[in-house]
């Protein structure tokens, strides 16, 4: 099955049909939001790593999950998932397939109740604006739509308790939108309930500003200064936090990766050496013909064992860092190796430093970040060199045991 190809049919289908269902009313649940919808499954897709048929079951819910607005408003998932099974039938898609599609589609349903990973990735990919700086024009969008299906009036108050609840209530599944929109749903949570609690203290904030900026022109701080100043509080602090974490998670999850295939290699050619020991190397005497088939197939699960071992095994540093590292922001306190040598005062007075030095602390974070990217290139350099020594060999040696089987007599050797 080319799931790609499907899926490309699938987007022309939905593109086709919100073209030609367009309604005045539907201010949000349109082509713009699946569209967007579509985009984020495909970001966080992407970071799972989904194989090409994981990927065709997320993709096709997000084009399929809100089509049912255009039908009935009150049950919409339901119609949606109905809409989404009627269009790939007959396609070539089997049953099982197309049952995760509507499961993904039907967890949508508020409160959202996802069952496996497709579903979290397509429920998060939905309120995927609640933790971005689209939040506050997509709430506008959906207050106008819920204006013109109910045919109602809801002043803003109203709606930010609404929003309030909306936030307070909702959290993301999967842990690659937690990390990378949690913070930011906070914010804007936090937004809204200032705005709520007291739209008077907002005012008043307002000319407070206007008077220190009146006061500032008067003292006659130039405006170099107040620029430098913007720029610094402009800068994308969470942003950049968040980057760290991620790009963190991510080396994490592929070093896990990295020690779990070589465990596994470990563990398979240990049991092609114990059966080698114990069982054929005895029967060698009476088949001599498959020596050099055999020790050739031991040397291999060696090897591949050695070189798995050096993928895994750790390298830990001297433990101890000077005053002088510290003043001169070389050492990196965020990495055990560097201080599990040290006594507590002296981690601790280095921590507060780079605590109180922005400097000091995101270059320790590129330092962390970058160490880890070091030892997971040489990681995955062993774990290959291992892959490569078992397969070639693994193919040479069975090769071997065959000519010595069938072509090579016993009285040879």
């Not at 939040?135 to 930010?160: G, P, Q």
């Not at 402009?234 to 592929?254: A, C, K, V, W, Y």
């Not at 029967?283 to 020596?291: A, G, H, I, N, V």
Request: glycine fraction near 4%.
């Amino acid at each position: 099955m080319n799931y790609q190809a499907m899926l490309d049919q699938v987007q022309q289908y939905l593109t086709s049909f919100f073209d030609s269902h367009s309604d005045t009313k539907f201010f949000y649940h349109n082509r713009e939001h699946t569209e967007s919808v579509a985009a984020a499954v495909r970001q966080i897709a992407n970071h799972y790593q989904l194989n090409d048929k994981d990927f065709f079951i997320v993709m096709t819910a997000a084009w399929f999950h809100d089509i049912g607005y255009y039908e009935n408003v009150s049950n919409h998932e339901e119609t949606g998932a109905q809409s989404a099974e009627a269009f790939l039938k007959g396609t070539g898609i089997d049953q099982e397939t197309i049952d995760a599609i509507r499961k993904c589609i039907l967890a949508t349903k508020m409160p959202q109740t996802p069952k496996s990973l497709f579903a979290e990735i397509v429920c998060d990919a939905d309120l995927f604006h609640l933790g971005t700086d689209e939040f506050t024009e997509r709430s506008k969008l959906i207050r106008k739509e819920y204006e013109a299906v109910n045919n109602t009036k809801m002043n803003k108050d109203e709606w930010r308790k609404k929003s309030i609840e909306l936030l307070e209530s909702h959290h993301y599944f999967t842990d690659y939108c937690q990390l990378l929109l949690n913070e930011k749903k906070k914010e804007n949570l936090e937004k809204l309930k200032r705005k709520v609690k007291d739209n008077k203290e907002e005012k008043t904030n307002d000319k407070v500003v206007a008077l220190v900026q009146e006061h500032l022109e008067e003292t006659g701080e130039n405006t170099t200064t107040q620029k430098e100043k913007k720029k610094k509080a402009d800068r994308p602090e969470r942003g950049i936090e968040t980057m760290f974490r991620i790009s963190s998670g991510n080396h994490q999850r592929l070093s896990d990766m990295a020690d779990s295939k070589a465990h596994i290699m470990i563990s398979v050619n240990s049991i092609i050496i114990s059966v080698l020991l114990s069982v054929l190397l005895r029967k060698l005497k009476e088949y001599p013909q498959l020596q050099i088939p055999a020790i050739l197939l031991l040397a291999v699960s060696l090897t591949t064992i050695i070189f798995s071992i050096l993928a895994t095994r750790p390298t830990i540093p001297g433990g101890r860092f000077s005053q002088n590292d510290i003043a001169e922001k070389k050492v990196n306190l965020l990495f055990f190796g560097n201080f599990y040598k040290m006594n507590l005062e002296d981690y601790t007075s280095g921590m507060l430093q780079m605590m109180d030095d922005r400097e000091f602390l995101y270059g320790s974070l590129i330092r962390d970040v970058y160490a880890q990217g070091v030892v997971l290139g040489r990681k995955y350099r062993m774990l290959r060199a291992s892959y490569n020594v078992f397969m070639y060999g693994l193919v040479a040696s069975v090769i071997g045991f065959i000519i010595a089987s069938l072509f090579i007599p016993a009285k040879v050797f």
